[in-house]
């Protein structure tokens, strides 16, 4: 069992940066890939980012690719997501994931663990 809580969401104006945190139980945490979805209301629920459980291969959705990054530190059982450039369109719920392999990471039907989910709004 993965216990999983996101945090650092909140207001931003369009053109800022916020970075989210993903804090992990277990000390298994080095030992699963990670990723990031969001949902906006009335949408699908959307890849983010994705990173793999040493940190070496990291993915992104078409949409937030070279304004996000995603990254761990394994000692401290967490994952970031630090989100720049923001815009208005990428206000949403976003959701930290975790799974054991690194198998379809920008598939959210691929992940075992959830957490709650943190707002993030942009505003124009």
């Known amino acids: 069992q993965v216990q999983l809580v996101e945090s650092g969401g909140g207001l931003v104006q369009a053109g800022g940066s916020l970075r989210l945190s993903c804090a992990a139980s277990?000390?298994?945490?080095?030992?699963?890939?990670m990723g990031w979805f969001r949902q906006a209301p009335g949408k699908e629920r959307e890849f983010v980012a994705a990173i793999s459980a040493s940190g070496s291969t990291t993915d992104y959705g078409d949409s937030v690719k070279g304004r996000f990054t995603i990254s761990r530190d394994n000692a401290k059982n967490t994952v970031y997501l630090q989100m720049s450039s923001l815009k208005p369109e990428d206000t949403a719920v976003h959701f930290c994931?975790?799974?054991?392999?690194?198998?379809?990471?920008?598939?959210?039907?691929?992940?075992?663990?959830w957490g709650q989910g943190t707002q993030v709004t942009v505003s124009s």
């Open positions: 277990g000390r298994t945490f080095s030992s699963y890939h």
């Open positions: 994931a975790a799974k054991a392999t690194w198998t379809s990471p920008a598939a959210a039907s691929a992940y075992s663990y």
